[in-house]
């Protein structure tokens, strides 16, 4: 398995300003992902964060509003930008284990914008 | 694309078994996954299946037929702490993504 940390564990925040959160995970993966999760409801695939090129959105999610860095192996950024009270939400960040596919979650950030 | 349904809440009694189904259709099918999820709480991994068949882990199992595009997770001998979420997800090996179901609420009465 793998263990990851994210911070801020939660955070309330102003409509119109940006958040930054930060995802650590113990050992070197090749597939890191970010979801999203609103009350009462699954998760949503946000994009992959790719190692040393650009993210990999999807449909309905895009770089000038949720700009991710993955600068090495371990280490991931998503920032939610210029924030209204729809985004409020839970943002995951994820890892994929190579050879057995299997992911695991970080513990989640919750997000409020007020 | 991607469409994946489960039931969206199911109630048992401890003790008791429940199943609860998982249908989907997906392109570049290479695994499917069930995650349990408490309020509150990141998913957690439970089981996964690439192959038709069981796969059996203590009171969790779990059942492919990819012919079909069923899956079930099975639980035995429930216990008031199996209340959560239960989420069913599709691993697409063509673009190396994970895609969730809405989730099955199950409710765990004594």
């Known amino acids: 398995s793998a263990v990851i940390s994210q911070k801020p564990s939660r955070d309330i925040c102003q409509r119109g300003t940006s958040l930054t959160i930060q995802c650590q995970v113990d050992s070197q993966v090749t597939m890191m992902f970010w979801y999203r999760q609103q009350p009462g409801q699954s998760l949503t695939l946000i994009a992959t964060a790719n190692q040393g090129s650009e993210a990999t959105y999807e449909s309905g999610f895009v770089i000038d509003k949720f700009p991710i860095s993955r600068p090495n192996l371990t280490f991931s950024t998503l920032t939610v930008s210029n924030m209204s009270p729809e985004d409020s939400s839970i943002y995951l960040c994820?890892?994929?284990?190579?050879?057995?596919?299997?992911?695991?979650f970080g513990p989640g950030t919750r997000l409020t914008v007020t | 694309g991607q469409n994946i349904d489960q039931p969206t809440e199911m109630t048992a009694t401890e003790g008791a078994i429940v199943q609860i189904n998982c249908t989907y259709q997906t392109s570049g099918f290479n695994g499917l996954f069930w995650y349990q999820q408490h309020a509150g709480e990141a998913p957690t991994f439970l089981s996964y299946?690439?192959?038709?068949g069981l796969e059996e882990k203590g009171r969790f199992s779990s059942f492919l037929s990819r012919s079909k595009g069923y899956s079930y997770l099975l639980l035995k001998e429930l216990q008031m702490k199996d209340s959560a979420s239960y989420l069913c997800a599709v691993r697409d090996g063509d673009f190396n993504k994970f895609y969730f179901g809405s989730g099955t609420k199950l409710n765990v009465k004594p």
């Open positions: 299946n690439v192959l038709d």
């Open positions: 994820s890892v994929e284990l190579a050879d057995t596919y299997e992911q695991y």
